[in-house]
């Protein structure tokens, strides 16, 4: 089913659709205060997932800097966020693959807001490629940005902050290498290479007080990544019916698990990849038939 007949039909939520707006009303599970004061550095903040998370934790008393190389579209989102939580957004532009633009950005962080409490990890790219198709570079490229900018990132924050001051850091993961996912040996093996730098750097960085967890989502309707990998197409397809809580998750859903890893209720927590997919990994079919059709409609370079 298109996403243009859900809309109409009314069967999707604000949260559901491709847009990178704020939600038009929330209810907090946890204390509005659960972050106060606190600042966030929120990579690939500007839209999809990130944007979600930075507002869920700007409507915890958070400020945040989204980070992303286009600074149009931050500086857009941060006015919608800032607007609708009364916390500050600073828009920075960043290309994790390059560390002394984080430098630059972690530098001027610390000249405004004067901290740093929380990194999130969460810049990605992704497509559908069949491995006999995928290019050289465009496996390098979705390695350099998932998970050398991971390691780039994390690496200036704590050697500029995190070292002597302590922090968390959440990194935005995926369950695609759980079972070798069809079409995805990019991306997957991306994630898995960040899924262990999160137990990697738990161990090293925990004695200066530093968290290292992990969130895996699994589909994620309203993204830019549910609408490149086809997630309407498998919607229509039925294959949501094999995941035990029988749909996709949302943005807030994982901005909440995220808020978990990155407060003070996880105080004892590190090391941990936290699996947010209804239950798909455990019981989804691998259906590379299905997974080529979707395929096949889409472009697979980069």
């Given at each position: 089913?298109?996403?243009?007949?859900?809309?109409?039909?009314?069967e999707l939520l604000p949260e559901d659709v491709g847009t990178d707006d704020c939600l038009t009303s929330y209810t907090h599970i946890y204390s509005p205060d659960l972050l106060k004061d606190q600042v966030a550095f929120i990579t690939?903040?500007?839209?999809?997932?990130?944007?979600?998370?930075?507002?869920?934790?700007?409507?915890?008393?958070?400020?945040?800097?989204?980070?992303?190389?286009?600074?149009?579209?931050?500086?857009?989102?941060?006015?919608?966020?800032?607007?609708?939580?009364?916390?500050r957004c600073l828009p920075l532009c960043v290309d994790v693959r390059r560390p002394e633009t984080i430098t630059a950005a972690v530098d001027e962080i610390l000249k405004q807001?004067?901290?740093?409490?929380?990194?999130?990890?969460?810049?990605?790219?992704?497509?559908?490629?069949?491995?006999?198709?995928?290019?050289?570079?465009?496996?390098?490229?979705?390695?350099?940005?998932d998970t050398m900018g991971t390691f780039n990132t994390s690496k200036v924050?704590?050697?500029?902050?995190?070292?002597?001051?302590?922090?968390?850091?959440?990194?935005?993961?995926?369950?695609?290498?759980?079972?070798?996912?069809?079409?995805?040996?990019?991306?997957?093996s991306a994630k898995a290479a960040n899924d262990a730098m999160t137990k990697h750097l738990a161990v090293e960085w925990g004695p200066n007080g530093v968290r290292v967890n992990a969130v895996a989502p699994g589909a994620v309707s309203g993204t830019e990544g549910f609408r490149r990998l086809g997630g309407f197409?498998?919607?229509?397809?039925?294959?949501?019916?094999?995941?035990?809580?029988q749909r996709a998750g949302n943005k807030t859903e994982m901005a909440h698990c995220t808020l978990f890893l990155a407060s003070p209720a996880s105080s004892y927590v590190t090391g941990a990849i936290l699996v947010a997919d209804g239950g798909a990994w455990l019981t989804s079919a691998n259906d590379v038939s299905m997974l080529l059709g979707i395929s096949s409609s889409k472009s697979a370079k980069l």
């Open positions: 089913m298109l996403m243009a007949e859900l809309q109409r039909k009314g690939g903040g500007g839209s999809g997932i990130g944007f979600r998370i930075a507002e869920i934790f700007m409507r915890h008393g958070c400020d945040t800097v989204i980070a992303s190389r286009n600074l149009d579209k931050l500086k857009e989102a941060a006015k919608k966020l800032s607007a609708v939580s009364g916390r807001l004067g901290r740093i409490d929380i990194l999130i990890n969460n810049a990605a790219g992704n497509f559908l490629c069949p491995a006999t198709a995928l290019s050289f570079n465009a496996f390098k490229t979705v390695m350099e940005i924050v704590y050697e500029k902050w995190f070292k002597d001051h302590g922090g968390n850091i959440v990194n935005i993961s995926a369950t695609l290498g759980y079972k070798g996912q069809a079409l995805q040996v990019h991306a997957g197409t498998a919607e229509a397809a039925g294959v949501f019916q094999s995941i035990p809580l």
